[in-house]
């Protein structure tokens, strides 16, 4: 069975400080992971993906997440936030062999203070 | 490509009325899912479809909810009779594979309120 953990439910940030938001997963086979992200009132939208590649994924908009096996975490950074990226942030953890749906975190909401 | 196209954007029905969701999913895409996302529960899965097939419908939460997919560009969810308790937003969600390292791709969500 699948499970993810976003570790902060909540994340607050000053403008053009760096972000991290924390992911660990949990997969019984090689695992797909997603990030997704969810503005106010909006559906949600990929930010990146990994399966299987590079370990280190860039995603749109200066976000990137670094796949770590030896710890199952998949983590969120940006260098610098901006006033745009106060958003709903969703980890998301596939079976990439199986045929089992996206399984979605409860969400960490990022805050980016002026 | 247009997306995922969901219909209507609101909703806003009376308790014991029925109401129906609306979901047209990217072209090519063979899987469906429907989510609905409230405060305290967070995204649910409700259901999901594999080439127009129902594969599992655990999420559903009561008989009052029914979903179909007569073809692979439509797909509806129903619920009737209405609760204030359904009051959610509903998302549809379509991939060209379930799971397997595809992502979904969402629409924009429906917002229901029951009064």
């Known amino acids: 069975a699948q499970s993810v953990t976003q570790l902060d439910s909540h994340v607050s940030v000053s403008e053009g400080t760096p972000v991290l938001l924390r992911c660990n997963y949990s997969?019984?086979?090689?695992?797909?992971l997603f990030w997704y992200v969810q503005h106010p009132n909006k559906g949600l939208q990929l930010l990146l993906k990994?399966?299987?590649?590079?370990?280190l994924v860039k995603g749109i908009n200066g976000f990137e997440a670094e796949f770590k096996k030896s710890e199952t975490s998949f983590h969120l950074t940006k260098p610098s936030a901006h006033m745009s990226d106060a958003a709903e942030y969703f980890c998301?953890?596939?079976?990439?062999?199986?045929?089992?749906?996206?399984?979605f975190g409860k969400g960490t909401r990022l805050s980016v203070i002026a | 490509d247009a997306g995922v196209i969901q219909s209507p954007r609101h909703e806003v029905t009376e308790m014991g009325q029925e109401v129906t969701l609306r979901c047209k999913p990217i072209?090519?895409?063979?899987?469906l899912f429907w989510y609905r996302q409230t405060m305290m529960r967070g995204l649910e899965l409700l259901i999901y479809?594999?080439?127009?097939?129902?594969?599992?419908d655990s999420g559903m939460p009561e008989d009052r909810f029914s979903a179909k997919m007569p073809n692979a560009s439509f797909s509806t969810l129903k619920i009737q009779p209405s609760e204030p308790r359904d009051s959610a937003v509903y998302f549809c969600?379509?991939?060209?594979?379930?799971?397997?390292?595809?992502?979904?791709?969402f629409g924009s969500g429906t917002r229901l309120t029951v009064v």
């Open positions: 969600a379509s991939s060209e594979m379930q799971g397997a390292g595809y992502g979904y791709t």
């Open positions: 990994y399966t299987s590649a590079a370990t």
């Open positions: 997969s019984s086979y090689s695992p797909s």
């Open positions: 072209s090519g895409h063979n899987s």
């Open positions: 998301v953890v596939s079976d990439r062999g199986g045929n089992t749906p996206l399984v």
């Open positions: 479809f594999n080439n127009n097939v129902p594969i599992d």
